[in-house]
């Protein structure tokens, strides 16, 4: 065993701080470093995209990616050490549905010319990326979804309609999962598809404001829309396991939370030395000196799980069951780290953003709302757990 | 020993839970909740018509002289139906206090307006140290020939901004020592006075809350309610009755949430069938379930010994604690199992799982709480 990083990484890591010590400063105003900044103003958006072209630029999207595509073969190791100078500096430029999801999709199932018509975008920070997958009765049980692909001519025709798609309205490429085979009604039925958005006519994209107030989602409809067949990613009918080979990548990836917890704990303990509530700095009561440490401990927890998973990626396949386990205790630290954070700023922590009142610009009071929402998101606590219980223990299946 | 509520309990409940469901529907707190004011004047009078305002006031002030538990009733159907307004803040931080230590003449004054719907009233207590104990008021009073000038901020004032009396909580003895209980006056606070200025802001719950300065702001002293220096209590007793007031908005919406949840559960389909046949699904509609009895019970319990004068500090802060984290708990399972939907701008959940945090942190938090029932078993 060894813990250490080498004196290369060491090396990156510094160059990775001062690179966005110094993009850092030129965010907008109110940017707090969370997804619901690059998704709900054109702002954030802009801002988002002005880093991604900057990380395309240093290479730094395409750490992982095989060499023939431009990326550089790194371990995910190295990765994760990048991944978390972001996350620690709450920057954004990482678009998780695109660099994350999309692009080792893309790499692992899809023809050449998909490839080479998808991936040099994303390589370059050019483009961001939805994922329509979910659907209004399709969510944890995703393989019941119902919107249809039908093959006519040189395209397929896309009839139907999608919900919880983060970012839709900013996104420039889109993935789909739709029926293919009416015959099947469970995954067998299913094939996947990558589309540019500006070039797919029947797209309608609609917004769905999160409890926030923020706007995070869109709903997509899909009305004749028409894409060219080479879209198809992996074989007709067979989309379902492509769908799988991107679940484990966005479970795996979405550990980014601790991350951000990380950055925010690291504010709140500045926040808790500097301000009295009553006689004392609050840093001085017990009951706060607890709850920031106990963050400090799971965050600990959370970061040596990433680690893992990613010396595990880094020694073979991942295993389903550990991404479903990394997933799941992100998702759960988030939720505490957003309820522990309203315990310590009391009163202060309710005020809305947009009063002088509010502590952290009214930050926490958004995450408080927001954060057990990615207990749900890819797949839900419960979803996680029976994932566990199968293929982690393999119990059976109860239903 | 009886739980029941008797006959005319359970009457007023059905028809105010009609009322609330008809008058109020979450269509209109949306409007309320995007409105300067927080409220709507014209639901408030409905309420008055309806003989609201006067339950809890004594006939010979225009009211019909109900009880606390009336008025809890009401409350928790409120809460149920995220009722907006000032009524609470109205009636149990204003209209009890002047009843329990007001002059004949502030009686005569005060309650017949408040019972006929045309006087709001607002609690300025907290200040920026944003504590609920007697040593952090800071907010002074110097009494000056037949007057007192006050001076200082107040802060999370509730509905301050529509109010046309406040009821600030003043020290009015400088230097306070220990737990600064002596000292303090209350005054009741013409809205308009000059020197007096109320700055709104928006939160969690949606109900506004104000920035209070006080810029030699002069009150005549016969608007002091109760004894000079000695106003404590009376505080005490309004914010145990303002904690258990809560609590009765919490089991509301609580109950509420659990009923929304559990239809839901019953409807949604994930694999072929409804997820309420899922086991964790539930086990967690048990949870919700037992947090919102159990939260009930311990409410009306500590309810009925505050209204008869029993001591009971240990159960109100009791209730409080418990009643404020099984809600959040609640709203936060019952979003969980609504799915993404459940965390939307758009579905009623959101209403309930807001307010559950506010609730939380009125009348304090429950780690105030576990200090008070830590001096109560006598650490
Ligand atoms: C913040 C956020 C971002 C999202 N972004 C995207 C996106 O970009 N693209 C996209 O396609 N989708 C996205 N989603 C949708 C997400 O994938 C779904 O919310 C999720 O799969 C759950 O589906 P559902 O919301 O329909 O809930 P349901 O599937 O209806 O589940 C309701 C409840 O039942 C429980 N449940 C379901 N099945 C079981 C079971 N077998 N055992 C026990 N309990 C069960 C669930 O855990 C949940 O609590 C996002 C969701 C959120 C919250």
């Known amino acids: 065993m060894d813990f250490r990083f080498t004196p290369e990484q060491e090396a990156a890591r510094e160059e990775y701080d001062a690179f966005f010590d110094e993009v850092m400063k030129e965010a907008p105003e109110n940017w707090l470093g969370t997804l619901e900044d690059v998704y709900s103003t054109k702002e954030g958006n802009d801002f988002h995209r002005r880093v991604a072209r900057m990380l395309g630029e240093k290479g730094w999207l395409t750490m992982v990616w095989p060499k023939e595509y431009g990326g550089q073969e790194a371990t995910r190791v190295a990765q994760l050490i990048f991944l978390e100078s972001m996350g620690e500096h709450g920057a954004p430029g990482y678009d998780t549905q695109g660099v994350g999801m999309l692009a080792p999709t893309l790499i692992r199932h899809a023809s050449e010319e998909i490839k080479r018509e998808f991936l040099p975008p994303i390589a370059r920070g050019e483009v961001t990326v939805c994922q329509a997958w979910s659907e209004p009765n399709a969510g944890s049980d995703l393989a019941a979804l119902t919107t249809r692909a039908v093959e006519d001519g040189d395209d397929f025709v896309l009839n139907g309609q999608k919900t919880w798609t983060s970012g839709a309205h900013f996104a420039d490429f889109m993935y789909v999962i739709a029926r293919t085979n009416p015959e099947e009604l469970r995954h067998r039925g299913l094939s996947y598809f990558v589309l540019n958005m500006k070039e797919t006519p029947g797209l309608t994209i609609r917004p769905v404001l999160s409890m926030d107030g923020h706007h995070l989602w869109d709903e997509v409809f899909f009305d004749d829309a028409r894409i060219p067949k080479r879209n198809l990613v992996g074989e007709k009918n067979r989309g379902w396991y492509v769908v799988l080979s991107g679940m484990e990548h966005e479970r795996s990836s979405l550990g980014g939370w601790v991350i951000e917890c990380n950055q925010h704990l690291k504010k709140l303990v500045q926040f808790c030395q500097e301000t009295n509530r009553g006689s ?39 295993p389903m069951h550990e991404a479903s386990a990394a997933k ?15 315990e310590i700023l009391g009163l202060y922590g309710a005020v809305t953003h947009g009063s002088k009142w509010a502590p952290f610009l009214g930050t926490f009071e958004f995450l408080y709302q927001m954060a057990p929402g990615w207990e749900l998101a890819a797949g839900s606590t419960e979803v996680q757990k029976n994932v566990i ?5 393999e119990f059976p299946r109860p239903y | 020993m009886n739980i029941a509520f008797t006959e005319e309990q359970e009457m007023l409940r059905t028809s105010a839970r009609d009322f609330v469901e008809k008058e109020c529907p979450a269509r209109l707190v949306r409007q309320i909740e995007e409105s300067e004011g927080g409220y709507s004047p014209e ?26 538990l009336d008025l809890l009733l009401l409350i928790e159907e409120m809460g149920r139906g995220c009722l907006p307004g000032p ?16 002059t004949a003449e502030q009686k005569e004054e005060f309650l017949p307006k408040i019972a006929q719907g045309e006087m709001i009233l607002a609690l300025a207590l907290t200040e920026p140290s944003a504590r609920w104990d007697a040593a952090s008021i800071a907010v002074g009073a110097v009494s000056e020939k037949e007057q007192y000038i006050i001076n200082g901020t107040k802060l999370f004032i509730e509905y301050a901004h529509i109010a046309d009396y406040l009821l600030c909580v003043a020290r009015t ?50 608007n002091m ?6 106003g404590w209590p009376v505080v005490k007793d309004m914010l145990e009755r303002g904690a258990i007031a809560k609590c009765a908005e919490s089991i509301g919406g609580a109950r509420q949430v659990v009923e929304m949840t559990v239809a839901y559960a019953k409807e949604r389909v994930a694999y072929g069938r409804t997820i309420a046949s899922f086991q964790t699904v539930q086990h967690m509609c048990v949870s919700m379930l037992s947090y919102a009895d159990t939260a009930r019970n311990i409410t009306y319990e500590a309810a009925w010994r505050l209204s008869e004068g029993l001591p009971c500090a240990k159960q109100v802060a009791s209730a409080k604690a418990w009643a404020s984290e099984a809600y959040e708990r609640i ?18 959940l959101g209403l309930y799982y807001r307010r559950a945090k506010a609730a939380t942190l009125a009348f304090g938090d429950p780690d105030h709480q576990r200090e008070v029932v830590a001096r109560e078993i006598g650490l």
Request: proline fraction near 5%; include cysteine.
């Open chain 2, 43 to 68: 639901l408030w009078r409905k309420m008055a018509d309806l003989g609201w305002m006067g339950l809890v006031i004594p006939e010979e002030y225009g009211g019909v002289g109900g009880s606390f």
């Open chain 2, 225 to 230: 309610l109760g004894e000079r220096d000695r």
């Open chain 1, 389 to 393: 219980a199968q293929w982690g223990l």
């Open chain 1, 280 to 318: 004392e700095p609050l840093a001085k009561k017990p009951l706060v000196r607890h709850r920031l440490a106990q963050m400090a401990i799971e965050i600990e927890v959370g970061r040596s799980l990433q680690y893992r998973l990613a010396m595990l990626a880094d020694q073979g396949a991942l």
């Open chain 1, 328 to 342: 799941l205790y992100a998702s759960e630290l988030y939720t505490r780290f957003s309820e522990t954070v309203m």
């Open chain 2, 87 to 102: 009524f609470l803040s109205t009636l149990v931080l204003g209209a009890l206090p002047i009843m329990a230590a007001g």
């Open chain 2, 331 to 348: 709203t936060k399972m019952g979003a969980h199992l609504h799915g993404a939907i459940g965390f939307t701008r758009d579905h009623d």
């Open chain 2, 173 to 222: 003895k400088d230097a306070p020592t220990g737990r600064g209980e002596d000292g303090l006056s209350l005054f009741l606070v013409d809205a308009r006075s000059p020197g007096l200025k109320c700055t709104p802001f928006k939160t969690i719950g949606s109900v506004p809350q104000c920035e209070v300065v006080f810029d030699n702001v002069v009150v005549p002293a016969k």
